[in-house]
């Protein structure tokens, strides 16, 4: 469904309460003070949008779904954070260019995949639903964050390891948390 039929369900419902008699849960709800959106989201050509928008709560699952979209911001960063608070260490073990070389890593990533989600986004979630994509997205960058911190672990056990591939696995690290 798209969001115009969505709003027009909404306003067939209201033109559906607007004849049935107020209920005591109407009159408690009245009492309840509900928070207006910010003027930056009301729209001054559609004021019937502006006064449904004002009227609505917050859904149950609301609280739920902040606390997972934290995690999951939480969950992509965690890794190349985690990197990025060993600088000093990397830099006592391989000198003072690993910290160019490892910010460049993570951090470079985020222009090209910001460009691409930019333009493609909104095609592939008409195409395949924003439930779809996002879960996609959520498993490729969770898995290149974590395949990226475990490789680490694991070449720098190697003494022949160096710097190059240090700087691969904070490479996936930032891919991961940019996607």
């Known amino acids: ?74 969950g ?15 830099k006592l073990l391989y000198g003072a260019d690993s910290f160019v070389y490892l910010n460049l890593a993570v951090y470079l990533p985020l222009l090209p995949i910001s460009l691409a989600q930019a333009r493609w986004d909104q095609y592939y979630d008409v195409q395949y639903q924003s439930r779809r994509t996002f879960l996609v997205r959520g498993v490729v960058g969770f898995s290149l964050g974590l395949v990226g911190t475990v490789q680490m672990i694991r070449g720098h056990r190697d003494p022949n390891s160096g710097l190059g591939n240090l700087v691969v696995h904070a490479l996936l690290q930032g891919t991961g948390g940019a996607i």
């Not at 992509?76 to 990397?90: D, E, N, Q």
């Open 1 to 74: 469904s798209t969001g115009t039929d969505d709003f027009h369900s909404c306003h067939e419902t209201e033109d559906l309460e607007a004849t049935t008699p107020p209920t005591q849960e109407d009159n408690v709800s009245a009492l309840v003070p509900v928070a207006s959106p910010p003027p930056s989201l009301q729209s001054a050509a559609n004021p019937a949008l502006v006064e449904h928008s004002s009227s609505v709560t917050p859904h149950v699952g609301s609280l739920l779904e902040q606390t997972l979209f934290f995690g999951c911001g939480l």
């Open 76 to 90: 992509t960063s965690i890794c190349y954070i985690a990197t990025l608070s060993s600088l000093v260490y990397f």
